[in-house]
């Protein structure tokens, strides 16, 4: 593991890192979820064996740490910066979830979104009583009962992660994914609870590209639905990208 410390905007970052394959020349890099880290993401090691694979925490996950409130756009900044920083060439990137957006702000020459954030859909009745119960105990004085009205993915975060995670957590990316111009390929997992069938087909309808609905759940690409089917997903995804990218 590597790292590299990098100044955005009068912010200091120490971005932890790995590099898969250095002597390729072309790259493939590779951005995970919110509430996850580049070690999730690594499972593609055994996968793109002509390229130079980079894997990044992104600040406030994995082994990077992070003391400011963020946006995504600020990620996308601070991604940007790391990669100049390392003269790495933004040929793919492949972003899952929250890491979906960040690489489609980044504007890679190729696109990879795996069931990527960005479309908001209506939360369930469960989910909206929760929120307006919250809002009830915050107004009379009571928000220190916070931690039974957060999500998974904030519950246990520090206090500008959770600032970070409301910012970014409901952004609408529509106008991001229509206005988007380069090659792209959307992937997503049938039985996804997080990011729904019907939101990856929306951003497809958005990016005017085929959307590729593969077995699994979130992670169908780690362990859903099972070790030996994630396996043959990720040989989709390869399959998939090294044609649409005419890797030579």
């Known amino acids: 593991m590597a790292l590299r410390k990098i100044k ?6 120490e971005i932890h890192y790995d590099i898969v394959n250095p002597n390729k020349q072309k790259n ?3 951005l995970h979820g919110w509430g996850s880290n580049k070690e999730i993401m690594k499972v593609f090691s055994e996968n793109f064996k002509d390229f130079r ?14 003391p400011y409130v963020l946006t995504t756009k600020d990620y996308a900044k601070i991604i940007d910066e790391f990669l100049k920083e390392l003269n790495i060439k933004k040929d793919i990137i492949v972003g899952h979830s929250f890491g979906g957006k960040v690489a489609t702000l980044l504007q890679p020459e190729l696109l990879v979104l795996l069931a990527s954030a960005g479309i908001v859909m209506p939360k369930p009745f ?17 928000s220190k009962f916070r931690k039974f009205f957060v999500s998974n993915d904030a519950k246990g975060i520090s206090e500008n992660m959770y600032e970070t995670f409301k910012r970014v957590v409901d952004e609408d990316f529509s106008d991001v994914f229509a206005n988007y111009n380069g090659k792209v390929l959307i992937f997503g997992g049938k039985e996804d609870t997080a990011v ?11 990016f005017n590209s085929k959307v590729i609905m593969l077995s699994g759940n979130h992670y169908f690409f780690f362990n859903s ?18 044609e649409k990218y005419e890797f030579k």
Request: no cysteine; charged share 30%.
């Open 225 to 242: 639905p099972s070790i030996e089917g994630a396996r043959k997903n990720r040989g989709i995804v390869e399959t998939k990208v090294k």
């Open 8 to 13: 955005v905007e009068d912010k200091e970052f």
């Open 28 to 30: 493939i890099i590779f």
């Open 126 to 142: 469960s989910v909206r009583v929760k929120i307006k119960t919250y809002k009830f105990f915050k107004n009379i004085g009571l």
């Open 196 to 206: 729904p069938p019907e939101a990856v087909k929306k951003q497809g309808e958005l």
């Open 53 to 66: 694979h980079i894997y990044i925490d992104m600040p406030g996950f994995g082994k990077s740490p992070n």
